[in-house]
């Protein structure tokens, strides 16, 4: 399946105002939101039906959830507060495992927001969501058309840990910078894939994954400069500095948090890393991973652990059919370097799910695949994603013994 694209209107220019522009943009994918907002709005209905029936408010549920504490610690009192109650680690310097954008980001709301730290931070991640919804639909739409991105935004909406997406957690905003990045490199603008990847880097600490795709992108357009330097034909597109700026730029969020950390720890540049192992987090290669998956094959564990391995395994299998499916290479590298990161990593095993969220290209091979099927294998695939994720995400929710 070749990945060249079949919807060029996307990236070609248009006349008027940049308003103008996405307003044209919105209403082609407000069939593809449309469906994202029903899915998302059917699980939190499901959640707050819940909460209610078991006496907790789903303001609560949805707003202040595990890491949710974290990053509403830190709006409220800045790095260096007290633990908040009852989560682990007890360690004065734990919070700073936690990047600040999405912190930032709650503390400049809440000023404007009725209800504080809580409603400002839902409010932002459901934005998020729809934002990374929007941009999700691009990439797929610019590559395979409107029908594809369609359904790529419905299975990025029906993945089983979808719920994270209505959470006060930085997923949804990681997901947001980086389609929006990934858009502008497919339609040649480095610089503002750059950008995006700055604040990617400050968003989440795999947000590293943006400024790969840029410097991939850097990369490839380096390569085809110099062949196309020996051939016929006028060049075009974007002149390469643009692209090495990007590149050059594009770590700096990420850099710039863990030197920081770095010298607010007084460790210097492995300070950061040493604010991880107080979590049990750092890089082994995925030695931590098999042993986890061999621990659920020779012992009994919660639903969160055949459940983590399984969508472990569906990440690697989609990887492989992404790299058949022969996707433009800053593509490829930001959900490969994604995968590498949740899966080379020590710490909580059932949170991997949740850190591959953000790689919805490999949701790609299915979304195309279901863009050409019948409808009654469409109504039968999503039918049963949708009871699977609603399901789901209702249980880690409100009956999972161990966190998100």
């Not at 907790?56 to 507060?81: E, I, K, M």
């Not at 089983?160 to 339609?187: C, D, F, G, K, R």
């Not at 002149?239 to 460790?267: D, E, F, M, N, S």
Request: with cysteine; aromatic share 10%; charged share 15%.
């Amino acid at each position: 399946m070749s990945a060249e694209t079949v919807d060029t209107a996307a990236a070609a220019p248009r006349p008027g105002s940049v308003r103008v522009h996405v307003r044209a943009a919105l209403r082609r994918a407000a069939p593809a939101l449309a469906l994202f907002a029903a899915i998302r709005l059917a699980g939190a209905l499901c959640t707050a039906l819940w909460a209610w029936r078991t006496g907790r408010h789903p303001r609560n549920l949805l707003g202040a959830t595990w890491d949710s504490n974290w990053y509403l610690s830190v709006a409220r009192y800045g790095y260096g507060s007290p633990t908040p109650h009852h989560m682990w680690p007890p360690e004065p310097l734990a919070d700073l495992a936690f990047f600040p954008l999405y912190p930032a980001l709650i503390r400049g709301l809440s000023a404007v927001v009725p209800g504080g730290a809580l409603n400002a931070g839902l409010l932002l991640a459901w934005t998020a969501a729809a934002v990374a919804a929007w941009g999700i639909f691009a990439v797929g739409a610019h590559l395979y058309g409107r029908r594809a991105g369609t359904f790529l935004v419905a299975l990025w909406a029906l993945v089983p840990h979808a719920v994270i997406e209505s959470l006060s957690y930085t997923e949804p905003l990681l997901t947001a910078l980086a389609a929006w990045a990934l858009y502008a490199l497919l339609t040649d603008r480095p610089l503002w894939a750059g950008a995006l990847a700055v604040l990617a880097g400050l968003a989440r600490p795999n947000g590293l994954a943006v400024a790969a795709a840029v410097m991939a992108a850097a990369a490839v357009r380096t390569w085809r400069r110099g062949r196309d330097r020996d051939g016929p034909g006028p060049r075009q597109g974007r002149p390469l500095r643009h692209y090495w700026a990007a590149a050059l730029i594009a770590p700096t969020g990420w850099l710039a948090y863990v030197l920081w950390v770095g010298a607010r720890t007084g460790a210097g540049p492995r300070g950061y890393f040493q604010v991880q192992e107080i979590w049990g987090s750092r890089f082994d290669f995925g030695r931590d991973t098999l042993r986890s998956v061999k621990r659920l094959f020779l012992h009994d564990g919660a639903l969160v652990q055949p459940m983590a391995a399984a969508v472990i395994a569906a990440a690697l299998l989609l990887l492989v059919l992404l790299v058949l499916d022969r996707p433009p290479l800053p593509l490829l590298v930001y959900a490969a370097v994604l995968v590498a990161i949740a899966l080379g990593g020590t710490g909580y095993f059932p949170s991997k799910p949740r850190f591959l969220l953000p790689a919805f290209p490999l949701l790609l091979p299915a979304a195309v695949a279901l863009a050409r099927a019948r409808p009654r294998t469409v109504v039968l695939a999503t039918g049963s994603l949708a009871v699977l994720s609603l399901g789901y995400g209702l249980y880690l929710l409100t009956m999972a013994p161990e966190p998100l």
